[in-house]
Structure formats: C-alpha cells, structure tokens
Nanobody, 127 residues
Framework: QLQLVESGGGLVQPGGSLRLSCAAS????????IGWFRQAPGKEREGVSC????????NYADSVKGRFTISKDNAKNTVYLQMNSLKPEDTAIYYC????????????????????WGQGTQVTVSS
C-alpha cells in the first residue's frame, strides 16, 4: 500500500522553527518528485516547495524563499521541510505529495498529476 505520512507540525511562536517530515512507505522516493503544499482556512492550496527524485532540483514559492529548505534522505525514504523564521501567515495544514513528474509540474500544477497525498499536519504560528 502506497502511503505518505507527515509529522512535525505544531504550535510555534513567530520567528521560531519547525521541521516537517514526510515518510513514504510502499514505494521508494527515488523516482518521484516530492512536494510540500499548504492550505490555510479560506484559502486555496499552494505549493510551498518541491524536490526531484535525485534531490538535484528544487523549487520554492516566493513567500518562503530564504526561510524554508527542502531535503530528502533516500536511505530513510523521507523528505523534510525545515522552516525557519516562521510568520503567522505560514499557519496552515501542510501536506506532502509524490508524483512521477517534474518538480515544476508538481509544485505549480499538482492537479495535473496522479499524485499520492498524505493526510496533512497542522502548523500554527502564533504568540
């Protein structure tokens, strides 16, 4: 059974950091682009960051550039999202997704892919 499980969310103060994890089971991430997406209440889902199967290509939304870093550990079949300098506007449910496509296609047009999705993890940035 193909599955993605996110973890690492929580409540953090503005300026703080969190590291999200996306663990895959039932398939290996080497041949999949992996992306992190988020959806805040009343807003559309947006692509946050994506990484290629090899890890050699990444994509970031302008709103998180310089603050978030995506990485992957193929040995652990896990992708991470290190989030620093968090802002209240980063508050959302964060989802990871995997698809056999390019980094840009996954991040910008995920609905065009047959992506696998995780169940999401809540990130709340508040004082």
């Amino acid at each position: 059974q193909l599955q993605l499980v996110e973890s690492g969310g929580g409540l953090v103060q503005p300026g703080g950091s969190l590291r999200l994890s996306c663990a895959a089971s039932g398939f290996t991430l080497d041949n999949y682009a992996i992306g992190w997406f988020r959806q805040a209440p009343g807003k559309e889902r947006e692509g946050v960051s994506c990484i290629s199967g090899s890890g050699g290509s990444t994509n970031y939304a302008d709103s998180v550039k310089g603050r978030f870093t995506i990485s992957k550990d193929n040995a652990k079949n896990t992708v991470y999202l290190q989030m620093n300098s968090l802002k209240p506007e980063d508050t959302a449910i964060y989802y990871c997704a995997a698809a056999r496509t390019t980094v840009r296609t996954l991040c910008v047009m995920p609905t065009l892919t047959s992506a696998y999705w995780g169940q999401g993890t809540q990130v709340t940035v508040s004082s």
